[in-house]
């Protein structure tokens, strides 16, 4: 079955800290894998796009690695902002791209 | 918002009435999506398009169908609005595939909050 679970559900940090944001998917055949960020009552914007082959990459502060062994990807957000404060949605895609799976994102909020 | 707007932003109706929301870009992109976002699930895909009047079914497409006249428009229609098809709904665009073998970037509009009553 094609699923994409992320933890946790829900996050709170203080401004100038790191977190990491947990996924783990299964599809197949598996195509590319995207991390998203959902500001409140705003549509989802992309911050980055891994292929089966990359293992690393980053936008900013923040980095999404891909362990296509485990199936599993994090997102590391470094020195956070409050304007960091968002739903951060990983994504799953599969190559006939007829599965496009989205999970329910991890909740972060950010206080000063 | 990648110059991607939905209409309306909110809207209250009640069930079994008729309801069209709209998608207008001006990016020129190819494939244009519709999808709903509920809460305790993620964004689940309902009908995407990859061409004038070329749309295919996504995961959630029953109750709703679609039309795609021109380019930069993709409306997505409620025959007999019910309860359940109460959620946020968001349109995005991608200049070609996402997917298989494309790995292009989705973007996604500001979204239309829809309430059945």
């Known amino acids: 079955k094609n699923q994409v679970e992320q933890s946790p559900q829900s996050l709170i940090i203080l401004e100038g800290k790191n977190c990491t944001l947990q996924?783990?998917?299964?599809?197949?055949?598996?195509?590319?894998l995207r991390w998203y960020k959902q500001d409140t009552g705003r549509g989802p914007v992309s911050l980055t796009i891994?292929?089966?082959?990359?293992n690393t990459k980053s936008n900013g502060r923040y980095t999404a690695t891909l362990d296509a062994d485990t199936k599993q990807s994090s997102l590391h957000i470094t020195a956070s902002q409050l304007s960091d404060s968002a739903s951060y949605i990983c994504?799953?895609?599969?190559?006939?791209?007829?599965?496009?799976?989205f999970g329910k994102g991890t909740t972060l909020s950010v206080s000063s | 918002d990648a110059g991607i707007t939905q209409s309306p932003r909110h809207k209250v109706t009640e069930t079994g009435t008729p309801v069209t929301l709209r998608c207008h870009q001006t990016?020129?992109?190819?494939?244009m999506y519709w999808y709903r976002q509920d809460p305790g699930h993620g964004l689940r895909l309902i009908h995407y398009?990859?061409?004038?009047?070329?749309?295919d079914k996504g995961e959630v497409s029953d109750g709703y169908s679609v039309s795609r006249s021109k380019t930069e428009d993709f409306l997505l229609t409620l025959e007999s609005a019910t309860s359940s098809q109460t959620s946020v709904y968001f349109c995005?665009?991608?200049?070609?595939?996402?997917?298989?073998?494309?790995?292009?970037?989705?973007?996604f509009g500001p979204g239309t909050r829809l309430t059945v009553l």
């Open positions: 995005a665009i991608s200049e070609g595939e996402i997917a298989g073998a494309g790995y292009n970037e989705q973007f």
């Open positions: 996924c783990n998917y299964t599809v197949s055949p598996f195509s590319n």
């Open positions: 891994m292929t089966f082959s990359e």
């Open positions: 994504v799953a895609y599969n190559q006939a791209g007829t599965a496009l799976i």
């Open positions: 990016e020129n992109h190819r494939y």
């Open positions: 398009s990859y061409g004038v009047k070329d749309t």
